[in-house]
């Protein structure tokens, strides 16, 4: 895939180090200390409940999940502002001092108690990854070409899924179960290493004061960014999906289809169809356009997940295992052409905010889709039907609210990337 070349000048070109390449490599790399911090651990979730008597089957591992995206949302809206004032290598450096702090106390965690708190610092620290990567890429491209970088990113990002629970059981099988921590940990050190050779990013020319009144502003600017505010909100229903998916498919595929030693390879191959997506969607995004694929997946999407209801209804929340989960895992591939597409045109009217608006955007996600997702996954123990209820309303409020972002910007149909000032318009 060739990406159109970063929005830097020639006078500034030399002040990166890194290849292209190397630079959305690393930028995968760095949200990956995120995806690993989630689904490495996910075959160890019959030892937690043994570890900590939850009780067999107890969804309550799926808190170990949640407390994370909380942990992940909250501290975007600092990591935010103190990228833009300091910018992007310092906080990458805090989040992963805090990361580590996590990671290795989650490992030692006495009680299922502390499990949580140091997953919920383990993911204040993630976030710092999160908010760095989407603002550095902000800062590097825009419009389709930022759209087709963010999905090779994307991509490489969900080999993580693929990989991850296959090296945690491996793990599991020759270490104490904690030792899925333990590599985290020495990811994030690998990562740090390699940040060194990153030169930063943002523009001296948008370094913005760490006061009270100016962050404070600087969010307002966003929250009342039309587009910006209106595709935030749908991505957050997608989130929620994502959320409820990771909380339950251990649970799904485990006692639903009872397939428990089949478990990282299910997971695995639902992960690749997100890579494929993510793949497909770098290469047609800058030719079809952002809003038309996005209308077009919509319109597929949809019945999909009616589907999904529908058998689960008609055979009493146990479909046929070969009927339910492709087709699940096709619904959720479809996500890759939505998630990075939404984000991107999210971002754009505000690209000289990018810290400030991928903390806020992430963090209205993340905090979002977490709750909504818990409510779907508290549902889930022996039947799907519960979980498919959840992704299909969750899906169709997404849609109506790309819908009304539409009806108000109206500009948007003609799938101009740059927004006119009818899309920037705040709400009052």
């Known amino acids: 895939m060739t990406l159109s070349a970063p929005v830097d000048t020639p006078a500034s070109a030399p002040q990166y180090r890194m290849s292209q390449r190397e630079l959305l490599t690393l930028i995968s790399a760095i949200m990956a200390l995120m995806a690993l911090g ?7 979730f019959d030892d937690i409940r043994e570890a900590y008597d939850l009780g067999a089957a107890s969804p309550e591992t799926g808190k170990v999940i949640t407390v994370f995206f909380l942990g992940l949302a909250v501290a975007q809206l600092v990591y935010g502002p103190l990228a833009d004032r300091f910018g992007r290598k310092p906080v990458l450096y805090l989040g992963g001092a805090i990361y580590l702090v996590g990671a290795i106390g989650s490992a030692l965690a006495p009680t299922f108690e502390l499990l949580l708190l140091s997953r919920f610092v383990w993911g204040i620290g993630a976030a710092g990854s999160r908010v760095v990567a989407t603002a550095i890429v902000r800062d590097r491209f825009e419009g389709p070409a930022m759209a087709a970088a963010m999905s090779q990113v994307m991509a490489v990002f969900m080999l993580v899924p693929v990989l991850a629970p296959t ?4 793990l599991i099988a020759v270490l104490p179960w ?3 921590f333990w590599f985290c940990a020495v990811w994030a050190v690998i990562i740090t290493v390699w940040s060194l050779r990153l030169r ?3 523009d001296p020319a948008n370094r913005r004061p760490l006061k009270f009144g100016s962050t404070i502003r600087g969010y307002t600017e966003v929250a009342r960014t039309r587009v910006t505010a209106g595709y935030t909100v749908s991505t957050i229903f997608l989130q929620g999906v994502f959320t409820a998916y990771l909380a ?3 649970l799904l595929i485990a006692d639903v289809f009872d397939r ?5 390879i299910i997971f695995g191959l639902v992960a690749t169809l997100f890579a494929a997506g993510a793949i497909i969607n770098g290469r ?5 356009g952002i809003h038309r694929l996005v209308n077009t997946v919509f319109m597929i999407l949809l019945p999909m997940t009616a589907l999904s209801v529908v058998l689960s209804i008609a055979s009493d929340g146990r479909p046929s295992f070969w009927v339910y989960m492709p087709l699940l895992g096709l619904t959720l591939g479809s996500f890759m052409f939505l998630m990075p597409n939404l984000n991107t045109a999210a971002l754009t009217p505000v690209g000289h905010l ?3 608006a991928s903390a806020l955007s992430g963090a209205a996600r993340m905090a979002g889709g977490a709750v909504l997702g818990t409510l779907v996954s508290a549902k889930v123990s022996d039947s799907t039907t519960p979980f498919s209820i959840g992704v299909a309303l969750l899906c169709l409020g997404s849609w109506l609210t790309v819908l009304i972002v539409r009806r108000r910007s109206p500009d948007l149909a003609n799938d101009h990337l740059r927004p006119t000032p009818a899309d920037v318009a705040v709400v009052g």
Do not use: N, Y
């Not at 989630?38 to 160890?44: F, H, K, S, Y």
């Not at 428990?260 to 990282?264: R, S």
């Open 200 to 202: 930063e990013t943002l």
């Open 284 to 288: 047609v995004v800058e030719r079809v």
């Open 354 to 356: 990018a810290g400030t």
């Open 260 to 264: 428990e030693a089949q478990f990282p």
């Open 248 to 250: 339950s498919s251990e």
């Open 178 to 180: 904690q030792s899925v």
């Open 38 to 44: 989630i689904d490495l651990m996910l075959p160890a």
């Open 167 to 170: 090296i945690g059981s491996g």
